[in-house]
């Protein structure tokens, strides 16, 4: 059971980094106000898509290490992107985003991925 669990978080987290990179490289601007910071209107919209295939490529990159190579590399990698969120965190709170979506979005995740992370390891 707890291998079932920690596989489909693990494969349910890769598949939502995806899929907001995804979005940051299709709709950049909302993508970023859904962040907690949004684009300046004439801002340069080539570092919203940087983050999208930044995105994109942790949540492929997760999922090959998932089917590929198993649950300890996939628990080292989560451990590590954790800190993607960890940054997102703080850069909410110091570029004038709320300590809501800060907290409620960002260190979620990053508790989330964490905690992935360590049932991965578990099993």
Known sequence: MLTAIAYGLAAVLDLFVLFIG???LL???PAA???GVPAKPDGDAAYLEIKGLRDATFGILG???LVF???RPEAWFMLVVALAPLGDTLIVLRHGGTRAVAFG???ATAVVVLAGA???FAV
């Open 22 to 24: 995804a979005r940051f």
């Open 118 to 120: 360590a049932l991965l």
């Open 27 to 29: 709709q950049p601007r």
């Open 69 to 71: 190579a198993g649950a």
């Open 63 to 65: 999922l090959a290490l």
């Open 105 to 107: 979005i960002h260190f």
């Open 33 to 35: 106000a859904g962040y």
